[in-house]
């Protein structure tokens, strides 16, 4: 691979990485069973670089700010890289997020440049907010023939004529802007800088290497902390090679993994579960012999692995079902949310290791994970090199927020002094997680100090964000908690959300209340629905601004009340 | 061509099928998450049986916000 520690900034070292290795091929995008393209390093750069001078053409600078909205595919990568070029900040948006949530980072990350897929397109300029865009620039991916497209370019056609030019940018200098929440109340955006990537990469492939003719099968879009390091920057400095599947159907993942021979994958806790069941129903349906033979094999893999892995013991003694997953899989990536160590030793015995990790936007990518010397399901590893943790303030049982300092960790929350000063403590990243670090340097989780949830898709939702879908309902007050929050459980799964209701005077939470809390909640994307609502008598202690002390009212729940007194939605 | 309340119709008697629940159960404006207690990739199962029954493909992102069975008709009736 390139030497990172070398280079000043992403794009100085995938500019050379497209110069190094220009006849390996870089990325390939599947649509189900279709492939939609291939190509080398060399056509990577053919593709991207008119582009780039088109940017350029159109009054992009360096350090101007350029955010992509796309699911899965290669035109994000693309992109990603011509904005580089121009020494651009990238502002990756989560493309299931709605229009009126997308216009929001857009005019918070101040980007004057949009590329984004036609039917996200057509539904952020059809949304009533389209008057707030003030992008400047928009560059919409494969819009049909004759389509209207808003007033934007077809990225197709923005080659533009003539050399591009290269502007490289310092260590220091911001590479991306990373939204992890705030599209309701106050908008976090990321500032992360060109080192923080650099040694990430450094980091991870460490531990995890690429190398040409590894092939890393991405299902994650891109705009994902995990995807951005593991199936773009990770694999383009070493190499190696992408394969995007623009479907998240288990057919056609599972046809993926043999047609493409995948080397590694990483993968949200749910889909890992998904597989899990999966296989688990295939082997159920096996004749009894054969189930016991394959038991048996499992035994033998357990045994024979329990040091470390041996993935070519693992391939001949578990032939079948290696092969299904195109016998050359060496470990899957997880990380995002909670995962089961059930789970976790399920593929493991099958010699299929999962790295599970731990990380935060924040910190970049990854601050922790299984380094599989020896195998653990119930931890989510060591810190990676570079990563120093310390536990604040722990209990008898060694138990406290869990603080980061690296080079990984952001430069700050994009125009929020205030709240990077209450995470960013004398260079110390505070996670608002729970853990500790047993005797043999993993480190545990236990649950959040911070009022937020995570789901079982990997989604961070704060409660902040999902308020104003409730304003105007008929109480005195409300305010949404996560549950954990108000009621801590040492545990990180089934997270969920409540709304603490303040009923008017003489008033109760009657059904007609109830009915529109929850057709109010209807509106929001399911993942982020609450799923209770919690009366409550007294006044919101609030500040003289009128904001609502959150964490003392909070407090004052705790004291007076548990969770049976949620009404279920 | 199916109208839109035959399209929904079909498409309560298919879940219903697919999730192993009384037909009687579910109605169009269900939110299915909670109805059928499924997440985000098991309503890629059914959106797999629904593109063979109505012979249409249907992209990953036609779910994207939809949780209720008549907006999930409306797509797939734009598509018919």
């Known amino acids: ?291 016991r033979v394959l038991n048996g094999l499992i035994r033998i893999n357990r045994t024979m692995t329990r040091g470390r892995p041996r993935v070519g013991l693992s391939r001949a003694l578990l032939r079948d079902v290696h092969n299904a997953f195109g016998g050359e899989l060496r470990a899957l990536f997880t990380g995002g949310a909670f995962t089961e160590p059930a789970t976790l030793q399920f593929f493991y015995d099958l010699g299929i290791p999962v790295a599970n990790g731990y990380g935060c936007t924040e910190a970049g990518t990854a601050i922790t994970l299984n380094d599989f010397k020896p195998f653990r399901a119930d931890t989510v590893g060591k810190p990676l090199p570079g990563m120093e943790l310390k536990i604040i303030g722990p209990d008898a049982e060694g138990i406290g927020e869990v603080a980061v300092r690296s080079k990984t960790v952001m430069s700050h929350y994009l125009d929020d002094p205030e709240m990077t000063a209450e995470v960013l403590v004398d260079g110390w990243l505070m996670t608002g997680d729970l853990g500790r670090i047993d005797p043999a340097g993993h480190l545990q989780l236990f649950g959040r100090k911070k009022n937020m949830i995570v789901t079982e898709e990997g989604k961070n939702i704060y409660p902040e964000d999902i308020e104003n879908v409730f304003e105007g309902i008929a109480v005195k007050e409300f305010c949404v908690f996560a549950a954990n929050y108000l009621w801590p459980r040492r545990t990180m799964t089934g997270e969920q959300l409540v709304i603490v209701v303040h009923p008017e005077q003489d008033h109760t939470i009657d059904e007609e209340l109830r009915a529109e809390i929850g057709a109010r909640n209807r509106r929001l994307l399911n993942y982020k629905r609450i799923s209770g609502i919690v009366p409550w008598e007294r006044d919101f202690p609030r500040t003289a601004a009128l904001k609502i002390k959150r964490n003392v009212l909070a407090e004052e729940i705790r004291q007076t009340i548990d969770s049976s007194a949620v009404i279920p939605l | 061509m199916s109208n839109l309340q035959e399209t929904t119709e079909q498409i309560l008697t298919l879940a219903a099928q697919h999730f192993k629940v009384p037909r009687e159960r579910l109605s169009p404006d269900d939110d299915f998450f909670k109805k059928l207690g499924i997440n985000s990739l098991q309503t890629l199962d059914l959106l797999t049986r629904l593109e063979n029954h109505f012979q249409v493909e249907l992209p990953d992102y036609e779910l994207q916000g939809v949780s209720d069975f008549r907006t999930l008709a409306e797509r797939i009736q734009a598509r018919l």
């Not at chain 1, 857009?106 to 949009?114: C, T, Y």
């Not at chain 1, 109340?185 to 991870?204: D, F, I, S, W």
């Open chain 1, 1 to 291: 691979m390139l030497d990172l520690s070398r280079y000043s900034c992403l794009g100085a070292a995938l500019r050379d990485a497209l110069e190094r290795w220009p006849k390996e091929i870089c990325l390939i995008e599947a649509d189900r069973d279709r492939e939609n393209c291939r190509l080398t390093y060399r056509q990577f750069k053919e593709a991207a670089l008119p582009l780039a001078r088109w940017l350029q053409d159109s009054e992009f600078h360096p350090g101007g700010r350029a955010a992509i909205t796309m699911t899965n595919q290669s035109k994000w990568l693309i992109s990603a890289y011509a904005i580089f070029y121009c020494g651009g900040v990238l502002v990756p948006i989560d493309y299931k997020l709605t229009p009126a949530e997308q216009l929001q980072l857009l005019a918070h990350s101040k980007a004057e440049v949009l590329i984004v897929e036609y039917h996200l397109w057509k539904a952020i300029a059809q949304s009533s907010e389209f008057g707030t865009l003030r992008t400047k620039t928009v560059l919409v991916t494969e819009a049909p023939a004759n389509a209207e497209v808003y007033g934007a370019h077809r990225w197709e056609d923005s080659k533009g004529k003539g050399e591009a030019e290269f502007f490289a940018r310092e260590r220091h200098d911001p590479a991306c802007i990373v939204y992890s929440s705030g599209t309701g109340g106050r908008p976090k955006g990321c500032v992360l800088t060109h080192e923080n990537y650099l040694e990430q990469c450094m980091a991870l492939t460490s531990l995890y290497p690429f190398w040409p003719g590894v092939r890393y099968l991405s299902i994650l879009p891109t705009n994902h902390a995990i995807d951005f390091m593991v199936g773009f920057i990770g694999p383009f400095t070493c190499g190696a090679t992408v394969v995007h599947l623009r479907s998240l159907r288990p057919e056609y993942i599972r046809e993926a993994f043999t047609k493409y021979k995948i080397t590694y994958m990483s993968l949200v806790p749910m889909v890992l579960k998904n597989l899990e069941r999966g296989l688990r129903q295939r082997f159920s349906e096996l004749p009894a012999g054969k189930r």
